[in-house]
């Protein structure tokens, strides 16, 4: 195993700062766009970029650098009501520079199909891949096993974490940074909000996803705490299952209840928000009728992140075979050309408003 070297130094870089400084504006201007109707911080952090960024260094090398801990909000998302944490914008700076650094390191390390998180690995390189294997090879592909981890974020050890992180890094200033990263955040776990919790849960998680294949399990996918497994063979897969929940239970983590081995020919895998098939693939039942829902009330006179909303979902629907559905359900109620003329005005009150500033 190689050490991970000199990670402190790669944080440090003004070109690294500048990087996640610019990443985090970014991720600011599509709230932004998101939600017009909120006033907007943007400009105030660009013109003061380089305070920030010299107050972030200068804190970093006299090891003074602490969190700020903003209140928490709760936010229903897919039915369920999850814990907010939205860090600073400094600190939201620092947990940039510091996957930055990690990055090359960590992503090497990853299972192919674990999908959250890492650039270039979204849900539709799982599903699509899924897809062909269902299609391509039925002998490997007859049963399937599905896992859920119970309140993966919050329940993932601290302690644990971090051992993990030193068993790797050769660095004692990265690590000095990492333990105030990790350790400081309210509640348990990892927050939900911070950019480095999904790294950081893929990176703890890691150990299992090898774990199942070196069971030989030919097909295995995993978003964040949502694992697909196919295989040839009911009974293996219900022992695959036990020896999955011990090995979370080594990591503290625990499997939820409602764990599924079923025949692919009898219903279809429910992964990634849509239902997966031998040659087909249907949106939830669940998102079709939200986004039905949502159009008839919002349609006519969308604001531009109605319009926006409206014009992604729509994008979905092109997945899968949903022309009827459109038809009848979206197409009557929203124009697409004014939404995008919507859309077009927006971004470019957005770019006056950016050339006013400079």
């Known amino acids: 195993m190689r050490w991970w070297k000199h990670l402190f130094e790669t944080v440090m870089k003004e070109e690294t700062l500048g990087m996640a400084f610019d990443a985090v504006i970014e991720s600011k201007k599509d709230e932004d766009r998101r939600h017009p109707e909120r006033p907007s911080r943007v400009q105030h952090f660009i013109g003061k970029k380089d305070v920030i960024l010299k107050g972030i260094r200068l804190d970093l090398m006299r090891r003074s650098y602490h969190l700020t801990i903003r209140p928490s909000f709760d936010r229903m998302e897919r039915g369920k009501l999850r814990r907010i944490t939205p860090p600073s914008f400094r600190d939201s700076v620092v947990f940039h520079a510091i996957i930055i650094a990690l990055e090359p390191h960590m992503v090497p390390s990853f299972y192919y199909y674990s999908l959250g998180s890492i650039p270039g690995k979204g849900p539709w390189v799982g599903l699509n891949n899924l897809a062909s294997k269902l299609n391509d090879d039925r002998k490997h592909t007859k049963y399937c096993l599905q896992i859920d981890i119970r309140k993966f974020y919050e329940s993932i050890p601290r302690d644990k974490l971090y051992e993990k992180f030193k068993r790797h890094i050769k660095d004692d200033a990265f690590l000095w940074l990492l ?96 239902r997966t098939g031998r040659g087909v693939r249907i949106d939830r039942k669940k998102n079709m009728l939200e986004f039905s829902r949502f159009t008839k009330r919002y349609g006519r006179s969308p604001t531009p992140s109605q319009a926006s909303s409206i014009e992604s979902r729509r994008g979905r629907c092109r997945k899968f075979a949903s022309r009827t559905f459109l038809e009848e359900h979206i197409e009557p109620f929203t124009s697409r050309e004014k939404n995008r003329r919507i859309l077009r005005n927006e971004s470019r009150r957005i770019h006056e408003i950016s050339k006013r500033a400079v």
Not at 203 to 231: C, E, Q
Not at 245 to 263: A, F, P, R, S, T
């Open 179 to 274: 333990k105030i990263v990790i350790d400081e955040q309210p509640g348990t776990g990892l927050p939900l909000g911070a950019f480095t919790s999904g790294w950081f849960a893929n990176f703890y998680l890691s150990k299992v996803d090898h774990f199942i294949k070196a069971k030989k399990v030919k097909y295995y996918y995993r978003y964040v705490d949502d694992m697909v497994m196919l295989g040839p063979n009911k009974k293996k897969l219900h022992a695959l299952r036990k020896d999955i929940d011990e090995e979370l239970h080594k990591l503290g983590l625990q499997m939820k209840h409602n764990w599924q081995v079923y025949k692919i020919d009898c219903r279809k895998v429910d992964f990634l928000g849509f």
